[in-house]
């Protein structure tokens, strides 16, 4: 009994071990990136960032759990930054689903960032919406918020019927002519 009990000890021993290398790899290889990107070189961080992924570590632990969060983000703010903005938003849909709160409010806000880029401002203010029901006090969400619901209020005036009214008229009065051609000259000129 008393061997199956050292064995069992031993064994998480080395998991904890095999787990705190992770972990640590895993930050070591965060700082990394964040010099990477600072320096322009995306495509050596998304390297590093694939090299992490298909780690056998990282391997182990996914057959446990599903994929890492902190990688889809990882990935999906680099695939941001080369403008591979589909790829970024799936990888920013794959980090929002964690436990993490804070990191699923950046993954949000950065998703919301990406819509709002290709003009679709209700789901980005739906987005930026749900990034402040998880952190109500990010400014930034805030005003990106207002600036949807305006460019939303924008877009909606720009096509409504009234706006397409005015600019009927104005085109009406486009084709009246206005040339000197038809002003008085002068004394009526009669013809025999």
Do not use: H
């Not at 095999?18 to 320096?39: E, H, P, V």
């Not at 056998?56 to 695939?79: C, R, T, V, W």
């Not at 699923?104 to 919406?129: E, G, P, R, T, V």
């Amino acid at each position: 009994m008393k061997k199956y009990f050292t064995l069992f000890l031993f064994l998480i021993a080395c998991f904890s071990i095999f787990y705190g290398y992770t972990f640590y790899q895993k930050s070591n290889t965060i700082a990394q990136l964040d010099a990477r990107i600072k320096m322009g070189r995306y495509q050596d961080a998304m390297a590093t960032v694939l090299d992490v992924e298909n780690s056998m570590a990282n391997g182990l632990f996914q057959s446990f759990s599903k994929e890492d969060p902190i990688i889809s983000y990882n990935k999906g703010i680099l695939y941001a930054l080369m403008e591979n903005k589909k790829k970024a938003a799936n990888e920013y849909r794959k980090a929002m689903d964690t436990d993490d709160v804070a990191l699923k409010a950046k993954a949000i806000y950065n998703n919301a960032n990406l819509l709002a880029s290709d003009m679709d401002f209700s789901s980005a203010a739906m987005q930026y919406a749900e990034a402040l029901k998880i952190d109500d006090d990010d400014f930034q969400a805030k005003k990106n918020l207002e600036r949807m619901r305006l460019g939303e209020q924008q877009f909606n005036t720009l096509f409504s019927p009234e706006q397409q009214e005015r600019e009927d008229r104005v085109e009406a009065l486009k084709l009246l002519p206005w040339g000197t051609k038809y002003k008085y000259s002068g004394e009526q000129k009669l013809r025999w």
